[in-house]
């Protein structure tokens, strides 16, 4: 009997607060119109006779009332709807879908005494937002059941029921990757005092382990291993593939459906997250039922295509919508104004950063960042096993500012107090969850190729082909040279006797086609599509007696990686080096990319899609820069310093990922370290509480102990999206 009295008292109570609350929001919002009415010659809350204060101030309420119940009646809907309209747009739409409600909440009010202009009704209706949003969540804060109950409802969650009717479950794992943060840049941000959320992880005794990607190292190859436990035959970002006649691009939906089949298939698993998880903003979806901003999903048509949910679940709430939108003008603003400010430094290197790339930026490092955000914040208030996360807006940035600077500072601050607001979600959570950070590979500076020699490996190709160049390739020195040696080649090819027997039986089709050229960071891939095998040495100098020489011995670029008749395959560098593959080593001409090298690239040789000529630039070890064959000055694909040099930040309560003094190597031995630990969850060794060392750095600024516990079971999220 008195537990049910005290029960039913603390509804009313409950209830009692949630009503004060109301009227607080509804009573600031009424304040903040009539300012704005004084404020906005075009805004007005009174007829056109005037009227007494108290009459404005009654009509101000009703305008408050009437635009607070659309939103929270109509904005999901009309979100909701244009579900299908491009991220981009949907973000540039938010302000006059809110300026919209305003109109119609105006004219609700009798006698016709609120009006406004389209253009006035944006602005009231974003402060209006922004002031009701910033008044709620200040209430929250003192209120710990008002705050959990704010996180459900902003992040789309149901709430559990009462904890005490169920055991407490394992702990839950959050994988949140940096896209491209390499692990000196993690550790210089970190010394620099740019990201003390991660500090304060490292001081409480998390794991900072280095790993080495493959020769591939880009997004594509490093996800597909570490989701689904192999990137086998991923040679590069994009690639030529001669049985299909296909040109395989990573980030493309239907190459990306294609890889995660592949690697299903060799596999015979479904993924990392196959087991209760959620994959957020990947290209591949590991397995995973709830998948947003997902590229293999996003492929699909119809109703079982869930990968905009995190839109709905970010952008239903209208506070969330109008404070994404005014960021994602602010970054386009701020983009502009660092790339006229490179300008005018004359920095060095530097690409144009014009064009659509300010708003590319703008939604990689705003609205990718948001959306993804609080979508795992909605997976850790629904209890789900395991979540895995892609936050790229650094390795955007990077690309065009470099990998280290303020802009990219900038954008690092940003992302720390993202993991600071996910820790700190994840007090709240029905199970205890461990956070660990990693990146997918590193980005490496310097001049891009044609910056540095007037061309692109494109032409450089052309040239020692013999085929048509522009007069500007032709001017400059590394043209001219191409075409001087690929001149003479063919006049020495002329006076060859004529091959017979069984080499005359190897001669190449005689309809040739031009060479596909492709590039991926500073990796380049050249293939022959009229060949349907992969061409050897002997046959390419058979066809282009120059090309692999003028190749090999550009200054710009490293060593080759080709097929041989004689030797299998080999590697080719400047001064006329040839080495078998299989004779490769650490300390031959691949040295100064350091330990590994040889290793990564005797992979390659054996993917079944590598391409007739594999070409990796020049690496500067004293100044870790390399030369990208596309247009950034931060890249990565190939090897050549900090872009084969990720990291992986784990808590203390998971085992180390490597046995002291090892080495974690490859994208694929990661996956195997992520599945041990989330077997860890059953095993005794694994505390179900996390130490309070762990909870006092999960969240800068608050309390030991702070973490409150969150009603109920875990609910499952049933709904499709």
């Known amino acids: 009997m008195g537990d049910g009295l005290r029960g039913g008292t603390d509804r009313w109570r409950r209830a009692g607060r949630a009503g004060v609350r109301v009227l607080t929001v509804w009573a ?108 709620s969540t200040a209430l929250a804060v003192r209120d710990d059941d008002a705050y959990r109950r704010r996180l459900y409802r902003l992040t789309g969650r149901t709430r559990p029921r009462d904890p005490r009717t169920v055991p407490e479950p394992p702990p839950g794992t959050v994988f949140l990757q940096l896209d491209g943060v390499g692990h000196e840049v993690l550790r210089s941000a970190v010394a620099d005092g740019v990201m003390p959320t991660v500090a304060g992880w490292l001081a409480a005794g998390h794991r900072l382990t280095p790993w080495r990607t493959d020769w591939s190292s880009q997004t594509g190859a490093s996800q ?109 603003v701020r983009e502009v104004a660092q790339s006229i400010r490179a300008r005018l430094r004359r920095d060095r290197p530097r690409i144009p950063r014009g064009g659509t790339y300010p708003f590319v930026r703008a939604f990689a490092t705003v609205i990718e960042r948001d959306v993804v955000v609080a979508a795992v914040m909605g997976d850790m208030l629904a209890g789900r096993t395991a979540v895995y996360a892609d936050l790229v807006a650094y390795d955007e940035v990077a690309h065009h500012s470099g990998p280290q600077g303020r802009d990219t500072d900038q954008v690092l601050r940003r992302l720390d107090r993202s993991l600071a607001l996910v820790a700190r979600v994840a007090e709240h959570a029905p199970r205890p969850y461990r956070i660990v950070l990693l990146s997918d590979h590193g980005q490496s500076p310097g001049e891009t190729f044609e910056g540095a020699y007037g061309l692109t490996l494109k032409d450089l190709v052309r040239a020692g082909c013999g085929l048509p160049v522009s007069r500007r390739v032709g001017r400059t020195r590394s043209g001219a040279e191409a075409r001087d040696a690929a001149r003479d080649a063919l006049r020495s090819a002329l006076h060859r006797p004529v091959e017979t027997g069984e080499e005359a039986e190897r001669e190449l089709p005689a309809r040739r086609s031009e060479p596909v050229v492709l ?32 190749l090999a011995q550009h200054p710009g670029i490293g060593f080759l990686l080709v097929a041989s008749a004689e030797h299998g395959s080999v590697v080719l560098a400047g001064d006329g080096v040839e080495v078998p593959v299989a004779e490769l080593a650490d300390d031959g001409p691949l040295a100064v990319f350091g330990r590994g090298a040889a290793e990564a690239v005797r992979r390659t040789d054996g993917f079944p899609h590598v391409a007739d000529v594999m070409v990796n630039s020049m690496y500067d070890p004293a100044a870790g820069t390399v030369h990208a064959f596309e247009e950034q000055i931060g890249s990565h694909g190939g090897l050549g310093g900090e872009q084969s040099r990720p990291f992986l930040l784990s808590p203390p309560e998971l085992s180390p990922p490597v046995a002291e003094g090892g080495e974690l190597v490859g994208a694929e031995r990661v996956h195997r370290v992520l599945r041990r630990w989330l077997r860890e969850v059953d095993g005794p060794q694994v505390p179900l509480e996390r130490p309070a060392a762990t909870r006092e750095s999960s969240a800068p600024g608050t309390e030991a102990g702070s973490a409150l516990p969150v009603e109920g079971p875990v609910v499952p999220d049933t709904r499709k999206h």
């Open 224 to 332: 597909l291993g570490i989701l689904h436990g192999s990137n086998e035959d991923v040679p590069a970002f994009r690639w030529y593939e001669k049985d299909t006649g296909r040109l395989m691009v990573s980030n493309r939906p239907a190459s990306a459906v294609e890889l995660q089949r592949r690697a299903v298939r060799r596999t015979g698993d479904g993924g990392l997250l196959s087991l209760d998880g959620a994959s957020r903003g990947n290209l591949f979806s590991g397995g995973a039922d709830q998948v947003a901003l997902v590229l293999t999903v996003a492929a699909r048509r119809g109703r079982r295509n869930r990968s905009r949910a995190g839109y709905f679940a970010y952008f239903s709430d209208p506070a969330n919508a109008v404070r994404t939108a005014g960021s994602f003008v602010n970054e386009v």
């Open 519 to 550: 590039a991926s960071g500073n990796l380049g891939l050249i293939s022959f599509p009229d060949v349907p095998h992969r061409m050897t040495k002997e046959e390419i100098d058979r066809r282009h007696p120059a090309l692999l020489r003028t």
């Open 28 to 135: 600031v919002s009424t304040g903040t119109l009539l300012v704005l009415a004084g404020l906005l010659p075009d805004f007005q809350l009174q007829s056109a006779d005037g009227d007494s204060l108290t009459r404005t101030a009654l009509t101000a309420a009703s305008a408050a009332g009437a635009f607070g119940l659309l939103t929270a009646l109509v904005w999901p809907l009309v979100v909701r709807a244009l579900l299908l309209v491009p991220a981009l747009v949907l973000g540039l739409l938010v302000f006059f879908l809110n300026g919209s409600l305003l109109l119609v909440a105006l004219w609700l009010i009798p006698d016709g005494r609120g009006a406004a202009d389209p253009e006035t009704a944006v602005v009231v209706a974003a402060v209006m937002s922004a002031v009701a949003s910033a008044t």
